[in-house]
Structure formats: C-alpha cells, structure tokens
C-alpha cells in the first residue's frame, strides 16, 4: 500500500491537538492551581474542606497558606515533571510509579505526553504501562486515549487500538472527531477504504461530532491513491456540499491526483482558480506542477513556471531541487545537476539525500565510480548518512564493472556504518559473484541471508532461476520454480520467461512446453516475450517449420507484434517457403 507522502503526514500529525485542546490545557495552566493531596494523611488540614485527592482549585478559593509535603515527596514531583520536560521518557516513568506507590493521582497531561514518547520511540510495552497506571491512579480523558489509539495505529496493531476505544467507551467517554480521524486515516494507509468509510459513516451519524476539513482530506488523497482522481474530485464536491471550504493543502493533494494521471493542464487550470477560491499556490503546488511537466520532458514549460513561482515571491526550497537534480540526472545531464548543487548552496540550503542520490546513481550508471563515492562523501560532510539504497546502488556499479571483490568488501562493512544489508543488497551480490563465475560465495550470500532472517523475495527467486540457467542447471531451476508455487512468493512472468529460455537453449522443447501449460493452468499468462522464446527455440532445435506455423498462427492472433514476426522470418526464412506452401495446399 502506499502510504500517504511526507507533506500530507506533517500536515495531519498535528490534528489530535485541535485549537480546542491548546486553549483547554493553556486555561488549565494559567487558572488553575493543581494540588497534590496525600490521601494517606486524612487528618491532615481537614480545614480545607475537601476529601484529601487531586483536585482543582480556583484562583479565587485558593486557601491562604502552602500546603507542605515530605522533602522526599516534593523533590520526586519535582524530578518527574523536570524529567517529562526534558524528553526522558524511562526516567519520567520511574518517578510516576514511585510518585502513584505513595498515593499521589498522576497528572493526565503528562501521561499523554509520556504515551506519544514512549510510542514514538516505539516502546508500547511502556506507552501502555503509563496508560494503565493513568486509568488505575487518574482520570484519563478523551485525549489519553486518542494518544494509545494513534500509537497502536502507527504501530499497526489495529486489533489492540479497537480494544482500547472500547474501553473507552465503556469508561463513559464518546469519541470525538480526533478519534474518528485516527481510525479513518489508519485504515487509509494500510490501503483499507472499505473500512475507513464504514468509520466515517459512523462519524456522519454521530449527533456530537462532525466531519472536518482533515477528515475530507484524508479521505480524498486515500481514494486518489486507490481509485483515481475522479473518487477524489466525487468527495471534493461533497465536502464543500457541507460548508466545509478546502484549504491549500487539500487542492495540493488534488494538484498532486491530476499530476499522476498525466492530467497536468487540468491541475494548471485548477491552480489557476484557487486565488478565487480563497486560496493561494504555495512552494509545494509549484513544486506538484513542475514535478508533472518534468516527467513529461516538458522543460520550457517547467522553466515558465520556475518564473512565475519567482514572480510570486515563492521561493524553491530543497524539495524543488531535488526534482530539477532528478530529472536532470534522469536525462543525463549530470553537469548541469552538479551546478545545481552548487546554486543550492550559494542561496544557503542544504541538499538532502534525495539531492545526491540521483547523483550518485546517475555516476554509477556512467562508470564514473569514483565521483559517486565523492558526492556520497559531500552527502555524509552535509549531515545526510547514506542509506542502504545508495550502497546497493554502488555495490551494483563495482559488480557491474568487474570490481565484484570491491563490493564484497562494502558489503562485509555494511553493519558497522549503521546500514545493515537488506534483500536488496543480498541480490545484488549473488547475481555479481555468480556472474563472476564465484558460485560457492555466491550461494554463501543466500546462506548467510536466511541465516540472518531476511526472507527472499521475488527477485532472489528470479536471480537464482537466471544463474541455474546460464549455468546449463535447468533441472534445479525448475525445482526453485516448484518451491516458489509453494511458497509464499508465486512465480511471475520473469520467473516463467528464465526458465523457458533455459530449457529451449538446450533444445529440451517438450519441456518447455510442460513449463508454458503449467503456467497458464497457474494463472500466469504468457506474454510476447514467452512466444517469441518458445518459437525461436522450436526453430533453433531444427524444426523451423513448426516454428514458422507457429509464428503464423500467433501473429494472426496479435499474441507477437509486427516487429517480431518480421524479425522471426529473418532469423527463419523459410517462413516464406512456409506460406508459399499453405496457400498452395488451399
């Protein structure tokens, strides 16, 4: 599923601390005065009139003299709440619990903050110790739980997040429109829209809650992922049905549907109303459009738009870089991205990974092997470390070019900078020293691999297909595609294709042939590629004239293009002599 992108998640993390929330717990800070009573000392100044707990007292009632703790007690409120206040989630947890074995109700503001630490630093064991002190010892609030339900829901533990509304519920509490967004954005991203609109049809019943503008917006960026722009635009109208007025980030994420359908002077002329709409075009909406006229090649446009975003005061941020250095990269034109860097720089922005690694791929992909280590240095002098996929991309350049001893020694230093090898890079090195004719350490790499508990995927399965073959090992090919049915990853045309070609290399045609049958039978249809082996291996076995009926009869059928059979009675002329014949027999 993809996920929704970086500028729409900044944009919504923020939605569990409406205005609503702020103004409450700002109110709370300055008006009232949070007393901490040891219910332990019930005799102790009676005179307040209140049973010894947590309670609030007004500025106007607050009593005349200072209620005095224990050192031991004081110090440890004042540890805790230093601690909370400096991030130190493990710490602050240590005081709560000391602070609720002496008696005293935790405070509910803190425990939600503690609960978006621990989850953010994915410690839910933690997260939900807090929670249960906080319901044991407290009095959690909507906000409390919204805080669990989000970390459960980050964490894809969907089940545990439904177990904690219920419980909520059943605590007397009614979910607001926080929550309803939480559960209608989670089931969103894990690609679920069935779901999510039975939540929202929940929200839409629900007397004391209405949908806002970040429900509409998850929703529509959601069906744009899933069903098209046209799902998208079908919500745009219904939103604005109800009075809820768009702002613009909702038109980015339709500028952005449009863009990804190709429908890019659509997104122009939407963009172009958006000042009637109450609106204006922002660094990211430019960025949209340009990010759509370049991958359509179109750079007079893109450079057009580049002046009017500048006519605007608009300036291009690092995310408007990146696109130019990729598309640059992506057209070969390295130079012209390097200078871009250096632009970059001159106006005081840094460049980020997405800077350097079409850079980096781009020199990899020229052989210029030792200006991509220099700018993958530049990357690391600039605060950016790199990634794996910047290491593959290297690792796959030094294979490419004979250097396979080179990327093995990358490879065995890959743990030690913090880049741990991922399938990706498991493959590139097995298709490398298999290539190179190093078998033993190439089957080491799947070894170590499974040993490590990375799974194969579909790509380790092909490679391995496609090294057995070269190598004249068809037989244990076929037995890696009988463990593929099997398995959770299903061979696909690729896989089908390797094994074919390796079959028809050796002229075992009747296998090949098995192999095309079970591939239909699994599902799997052939494509012009999978016809065009088996023809040129029938051909090159020494029956060139089944193979030419068999061209024949395909081409008729439009199962091989034109291309193809006029390539095919080349390589078998006697595909004329062949058609000579059947007009004949006619």
């Known amino acids: 599923m993809t996920m929704f992108s970086t500028e729409f998640i900044s944009h919504s993390c ?11 717990s700002l109110h709370s800070l300055q008006s009232n005065v949070v007393s901490c009573i040891n219910p332990t000392n019930n005799d102790t100044n009676s005179n307040l009139g209140n049973p010894p707990k947590l309670r609030r007292v007004l500025p106007e009632t607050k009593p005349t003299h200072v209620l005095s703790y224990g050192f031991r007690e004081t110090h440890l409120m004042k540890l805790l709440n230093r601690s909370c206040k400096a991030g130190k989630c493990n710490e602050s947890l240590y005081f709560l619990e000391c602070m609720v074995a002496k008696g005293y109700q935790p405070d509910v503001i803190m425990c939600t903050k503690l609960i978006k630490g621990f989850f953010n630093s994915r410690n839910i064991e933690k997260a939900t110790r807090v ?7 407290g009095e959690p609030d909507v906000f409390a739980y919204n805080a669990v339900i989000s970390g459960f829901c980050k964490a894809n533990r969907i089940e545990s997040a439904k177990k904690v509304l219920d419980r909520m519920k059943r605590k007397g509490f009614s979910q607001d429109v926080v929550t309803y967004n939480i559960m209608i954005g989670t089931f969103c991203s894990k690609g679920k829209i069935d779901l999510a609109l039975k939540v ?11 949908p806002t503008l970040i429900t509409y917006t998850i929703l529509i960026e959601a069906h744009i992922l899933e069903g098209g722009i046209d799902e998208g635009l079908k919500l745009l109208d219904e939103m604005l049905s109800r009075g809820l007025e768009p702002d613009t980030f909702t038109y980015n994420v339709i500028v952005r549907g449009l863009g990804k359908e190709g429908k890019v002077n659509q997104a122009f002329e939407l963009v172009r109303t958006l000042n009637s709409r109450g609106c204006k075009p922002d660094v990211i909406t430019y960025n949209i459009l340009l990010r759509a006229l370049l991958d359509q090649g179109k750079w007079y446009e893109g450079e057009k738009l580049m002046d009017e975003m500048f006519s605007r005061g608009c300036e291009p941020n690092v995310v408007t870089y990146s ?11 390295i130079e012209e991205s390097v200078n871009l860097v250096k632009v970059m720089k001159e106006k005081g922005l840094t460049p980020d990974a997405y800077c350097y690694d079409p850079l980096i791929a781009a020199f990899c992909r020229e052989g210029k092997l030792d200006m991509a280590i220099k700018f993958l240095d530049y990357m690391i002098s600039d605060g950016f470390l790199p990634d794996i996929v910047n290491y593959n991309t290297i690792m796959a350049a030094l294979c490419k070019n004979g250097n396979s001893d080179h990327a093995v020694e990358i490879f065995g230093k890959l743990e030690e900078v913090g880049c741990p090898p991922n399938v990706s890079s ?6 490398a020293l298999w290539g190179s004719g190093d078998r033993y350490r190439a089957l080491g790499m799947i070894s170590q691999m499974l040993s490590k508990g990375i799974d194969p995927d579909g790509i380790t399965y092909n490679s391995l297909i496609s090294c057995l073959c070269r190598d004249g090992m068809v037989d244990e090919a076929i037995g890696l595609l009988a463990d593929m049915l099997s398995g959770r990853f299903q061979p696909n045309i690729v896989s089908y294709n390797i094994v074919l070609l390796g079959l028809c290399k050796i002229h075992r045609i009747d296998d090949a042939i098995e192999v095309l049958t079970a591939m239909i039978e699994n599902g799997c249809q052939p494509n012009e590629t999978t016809y065009t082996l088996l023809i040129e291996g029938i051909g090159f076995s020494g029956s060139r004239a089944q193979a030419m009926e068999l061209a024949n009869s395909l081409y008729s059928m439009n199962a091989i293009s034109e291309g193809s059979y006029k390539r095919l009675n080349m390589v078998f002329p006697l595909l004329d002599v062949y058609k000579d014949l059947t007009v004949f027999g006619h």
């Open 14 to 24: 923020s939605f569990p601390f409406t205005s609503k929330h702020f103004k409450l």
């Open 131 to 137: 929670m249960e002190i906080l319901e044991k010892h």
């Open 200 to 210: 929202f049809e929940e929200l839409l019943k629900d007397n004391n809650c209405k």
């Open 323 to 333: 696109i130019l250095i990729s598309s640059l990269c992506r057209d070969g034109k």
């Open 426 to 431: 498991y493959n590139t090195m097995l298709s």
